[in-house]
């Protein structure tokens, strides 16, 4: 989730301090929390900043910068292997071992494709669209 605009902060904290009603109205009137409020003005009190605090983080990257590189390099070089391969293959290339989802998701945000995988992907879909076709062709009002 995003954090609240600066500008929303900035005219949340100006009608608290020109009274224009309670913590929990001024919640109300913004579609804010209670709690968003408490934590904003105890903030600005403190701190005398309206910014929002840095994200927590989340979990860190298995693989490095490095890594990352090679392992696009694997996939540019063996796209017909499959993710759970691909797992295989960096493991005993750089010895870290990464879940069959994991892969899937770095190739994705490296914008990496399976070609196998996008060729399979395609045919469905073509696969799909003839059938509907068929469908409806048979349903047509000759066949009655």
Known sequence: MKPYSRDLRQK??????????????IA????????????????YRNSGTLDPRPHG??????????????LAQLVRE???LTLEQLCHKLELMIGVRISRATMGRIIKKLD???????????????????ANTNVLGFFSMKNY
């Open 12 to 25: 949340i904290i100006e009608a608290y301090y020109n009274q224009e009603g309670s913590q929990r109205q």
């Open 57 to 70: 983080g989340g979990q860190s990257s298995k693989l490095n910068p490095d890594q990352m590189r090679l």
């Open 28 to 43: 109300q009137r913004f579609c804010v929390s209670l709690s968003f409020i408490q934590n904003l003005l105890k903030r």
């Open 112 to 130: 990496l494709s399976n070609n196998r995988n996008n060729h399979r992907t395609s045919a469905m879909r073509r696969n799909k669209s003839k």
């Open 78 to 80: 063996n796209q017909n």
